[in-house]
């Protein structure tokens, strides 16, 4: 493996104008691997061949403003979203039209999700809503759709893997988690009772109704705040592993970041080990004058003491980032295997492993934080790296730049 991912090299790049497209936002891959679809600043979403390096389409004006997220929900249908508070449907059979635009955001929309088990789509924004759309029920005019979460300070939202958990960061440096997942109950009926707030290395609680900066969350008309003693949080964590315990139990963490011990931070952005075994974060403190990735592992299991509820995350490796591109968010990202991280750094790219020998993460998990190893460092660029993504398929990694170039990596022997 470390033969492999140390061979990387760059490929190809693509570069078309700024003026029409702008900076490059995010970049997604089909699942089958045949299509590099590329999220760009002014309106448009460009669609490339990432094997024969090949434009081949651009959509002028999928939105009306900014495009921040592509997501596949198959091979062939994809969505995107825009600062312009929509969320576009798209077939790569028939991309002259949009199959539908989605409404129901009042801000910026930042995130894409998709539940292949009850084909919901799940979107999040700066409106600080997390919003649930059935796609069962698609038409021309959009698909039904229910506010399912709302905190202030939203930055990110992902669901693992298998569906079970919904991770949310915000601005303001705290994680949020909603453990049994149930993506389909409403409102009316739904609670969210408070499990914990707490950092990760203290064994003292935060009560969110204490704490000014601490976000606040709602689910349902009743809101639950975290007053409970150390052993009745016990007794919730408990027996919400034995499985008796309420869906969408929220749990609420500030992660431990190296060197922010004193100071806040904000997650800017976050990702999900490919087989649910760790969630990866981008930090910047809040002065802008450090940055950080941090790889957290999911602590599954009852506490160990009654007295000290143990979190559900513990952070296992981290590395500092250059640090610049200040105000723009760099989007990172974990191989299809797990074994690699790819992060933006500066005017190119690092590929980062859990140890020189590209381990998997439960073949290496140190007892106190540890930092990642550089297996590889990619330039090709000639502005700051905002993304970067692993084709699902083939041994290729894509990135994307402020002055709006795509470029390709790829082995070479």
């Known amino acids: 493996m470390t033969n492999l991912y140390g061979s990387i090299h760059p490929a190809d790049s693509v570069y078309l104008s700024t003026r029409t497209h702008g900076a490059v936002f995010n970049l997604e891959y089909s699942p089958d ?22 434009h081949i389409k651009t959509l002028s004006e999928a939105h009306e403003d900014c495009v921040n997220n592509i997501r596949f929900l198959d091979n062939r249908l994809f969505a995107t979203c825009s600062d312009d508070t929509t969320i576009a449907l798209w077939d790569l059979r028939k991309l002259n039209t949009k199959v539908c635009t989605l409404h129901g955001h009042t801000s910026w929309v930042k995130n894409i999700e998709y539940d292949t088990n009850t084909r919901l789509l799940v979107t999040s924004g700066f409106d600080g809503n997390v919003i649930i759309w059935d796609t069962n029920r698609c038409t021309e005019d959009g698909c039904p759709h229910k506010k399912f979460f709302h905190t202030r300070f939203l930055m990110r939202m992902r669901l693992t893997p298998d569906c079970s958990k919904m991770l949310i960061s915000t601005s303001s440096g705290y994680l949020l988690i909603l453990h049994d997942l ?16 707490r950092r990760t290395t203290s064994s003292s609680d935060l009560t969110t109704s204490s704490s000014s900066s601490a976000p606040r969350v709602s689910g349902s008309p009743c809101h639950h705040s975290d007053s409970s003693s150390p052993s009745e949080k016990h007794m919730s964590r408990a027996s919400q592993r034995e499985g008796v315990s309420p869906r969408n139990s929220l749990e609420v963490l500030t992660p ?58 513990r952070l296992t490796h981290y590395i500092e980032e250059a640090n610049v ?19 933006p750094h500066g005017y190119g790219i690092r590929l980062l492993g859990f140890d020189k020998q590209c381990s998997e993460l439960v073949d290496c998990l140190p007892k106190e934080a540890s930092p990642l190893r550089v297996i590889r460092s990619l330039y090709s660029h000639n502005d700051v790296v905002l993304t970067t993504k692993f084709s699902p398929t083939h041994c290729q990694i894509a990135s994307g730049c402020l002055s709006g170039r795509v470029s390709l990596y790829q082995p070479k022997f």
């Not at 691997?33 to 390096?53: N, R």
């Not at 989007?331 to 992060?343: A, Q």
Request: overall charge negative; charged content about 25%.
């Open 325 to 343: 591109g200040r105000g723009y968010i760099k989007e990172l990202c974990f191989s299809p295997d797990g074994r690699m991280i790819s992060s």
């Open 33 to 54: 691997g045949s299509v590099l679809t590329v999220a760009c600043e002014q309106t448009e979403v460009l669609l490339f061949d990432p094997i024969s390096s090949k």
């Open 256 to 313: 431990e970041v190296p060197g922010e011990r004193d100071r806040g931070n904000c997650i800017t952005s976050l990702q999900l080990h490919p087989k649910g075994w760790a969630t990866l974060l981008r930090c910047s403190s809040n002065t802008d004058d450090q940055e950080w990735t941090c790889v957290y592992e999911f602590q599954e299991g009852a506490p160990v003491r009654p007295v000290s509820p143990r979190c559900s995350l």
């Open 182 to 197: 149930d993506l389909t109950k409403s409102l009316e009926v739904g609670s969210y009772p408070i499990l914990r707030a």
